[in-house]
């Protein structure tokens, strides 16, 4: 009983328009409270995008450094193998970035064509030649995250475990 006392005088401390909400009616809305206005103007400001991944491409083809080295490592094992990577030619189209060039891997080079995503740093690489001296079968593609720094080598078979290329910047042109 002491908490049915408890619960009515609670309820009478309650404000008139609280009280007068019945089971199915409407609850009048208030834009003057601060919750509304801190979620009104978190909606106004956070939906307008400022990157312009378009100027990005424009940059990124003026600004990319045009050679690039490092390592490839099959997950299989092995040894890794020292890789050259040369930008010839970079294209922006969009918030896309069309790249051509060769790449050394070990002592092979094959011409390569790849996109990276200018809004996302997404990579996609293509080898053009000849690359199974190196483990490395045709209808395979690098893909990175990172553009050039980390890429998975994703094997057109199931029987290829792929592998890891690893690159670092070394010459602006």
């Known amino acids: 009983m002491p908490l049915l006392a408890s619960l009515s005088l609670l309820a009478a401390a309650l ?18 409270g601060a919750a509304v206005r801190s979620q009104l103007q978190a909606v106004q400001t956070d939906t307008v995008e400022q990157f312009d991944p378009v100027a990005r491409a424009k940059a990124l083809a003026k600004d990319l450094p045009r050679r690039w080295s490092g390592t490839y490592l099959a997950n299989a ?20 970035l069309v790249i051509r060039g060769t790449m050394t891997i070990g002592s092979l080079t094959t011409p390569f064509q790849g996109n990276i995503n200018a809004k996302s740093d997404q990579l996609d690489l293509l080898l053009l030649g000849d690359t199974t001296a190196v483990g490395l079968e045709p209808g395979g593609v690098f893909q990175g995250l990172q553009t050039f720094q ?11 475990a792929g592998g890891k290329l690893q690159l670092t910047a070394t010459a602006r042109r």
């Open 77 to 96: 094992g092995g040894s890794p193998l020292n890789v050259r990577l040369d930008l010839a030619a970079l294209n922006p189209i969009g918030q896309m």
């Open 15 to 32: 404000p008139a328009q609280a009280q007068a909400i019945k089971p199915g009616a409407m609850v009048p809305f208030d834009p003057t």
């Open 150 to 160: 980390l890429s998975d080598w994703e094997s057109p078979r199931l029987t290829n």
